[in-house]
């Protein structure tokens, strides 16, 4: 019997655990978006290119699922906070660089930072693998 409650409470204290390490990581997925997109508004402060603000499922851990997990392994290796922050940032600057590529394969776009046109740029028009666009804001 004893045997049955020492297990019980490992396995609740394993949950509380985990439950912590979400709430950790809930927080700090946060802190590195932000840190990426206030990074990408400095970057475009004296451009015709100006970011709307992100929305609020833009920083969930549900919308951030390997980020997350990247997340998880420095924090299981023993990362301070401020280097994991910094690292789930750095590969969110990553992940914009392979989803633009991406973008350009397969003719699509998938955002990862909400841009606005130029002033004199009438509609945004996703890179293409078609010759005819030149840029992310055409002017047409």
């Not at 946060?30 to 990426?36: F, K, M, N, Q, R």
């Not at 392994?73 to 789930?88: D, E, H, I, N």
């Not at 397969?106 to 004199?120: A, F, H, I, N």
Request: aromatic share 10%; with cysteine; hydrophobic share 30%.
């Amino acid at each position: 019997m004893n045997q049955v409650r020492r297990n019980e409470r490992t396995d609740g204290d394993e949950i509380l655990r985990t439950l912590g390490s979400l709430a950790t990581l809930g927080d700090e997925i946060s802190e590195a978006l932000s840190l990426y997109w206030s990074s990408a508004e400095k970057i475009l402060q004296n451009s015709d290119v100006q970011l709307h603000s992100p929305p609020s499922e833009y920083f969930a851990i549900e919308s951030n699922l390997f980020s997350t997990l990247f997340l998880y392994s420095y924090l299981q290796a023993g990362m301070t906070r401020s280097r994991r922050v910094f690292y789930a940032a750095v590969n969110q600057c990553l992940r914009g660089m392979v989803t633009g590529c991406d973008n350009l394969l397969d003719d699509e776009y998938k955002q990862t930072l909400t841009p606005t046109c130029p002033r004199k740029a009438r509609g945004f028009v996703p890179y293409s693998t078609s010759w005819s666009r030149t840029g992310c804001c055409s002017i047409y």
